[in-house]
């Protein structure tokens, strides 16, 4: 069992940053991907950005090149820098952790990810 937890969301105008965090407890944390997922209002929910358990291995959307996603194991915490962000970035962000331990290349779909925060709200104003 792991539980995440997200913050860091808010109301930033367009060409701001974030910073996102996803804080875990639980199961080995640093065994696991972790992926960052956004569900727009009306729109289903979307693939942003990945990180293999040794951060050896990440895989972004190609729609959030401005984004960074990086992992301190020790602090058991992924993050996920958002630069230049724009009104279509809008959405409500989740963190989600790997169902299988020690994958070696990250997966962006969904099915792959079996437990999720509660997600927190980033909203871009023009």
């Known amino acids: 069992q792991v539980q995440l937890v997200e913050s860091g969301g808010g109301l930033v105008q367009a060409g701001g940053s974030l910073r996102l965090s996803c804080a875990a407890s639980?199961?080995?944390?640093?065994?696991?991907?972790v992926g960052w997922f956004r569900q727009a209002p009306g729109k289903e929910r979307e693939f942003v950005a990945a990180?293999?358990?040794?951060?050896?291995?990440i895989y972004y959307a190609h729609s959030v090149i401005r984004f960074t996603i990086s992992r301190d194991n020790a602090k058991n915490t992924v993050y996920l820098q958002m630069n230049d962000l724009k009104p279509e970035d809008t959405a409500v962000y989740y963190c989600?952790?790997?169902?299988?331990?020690?994958?070696?290349?990250?997966?962006?779909?969904?099915?792959?990810?079996?437990?999720w925060g509660q997600g927190t709200q980033v909203t871009v104003s023009s």
């Open positions: 989600a952790a790997d169902s299988i331990p020690f994958r070696s290349r990250v997966t962006p779909q969904l099915r792959d990810y079996n437990y």
């Open positions: 639980g199961r080995t944390f640093s065994n696991y991907a």
């Open positions: 990180i293999n358990w040794s951060a050896g291995n």
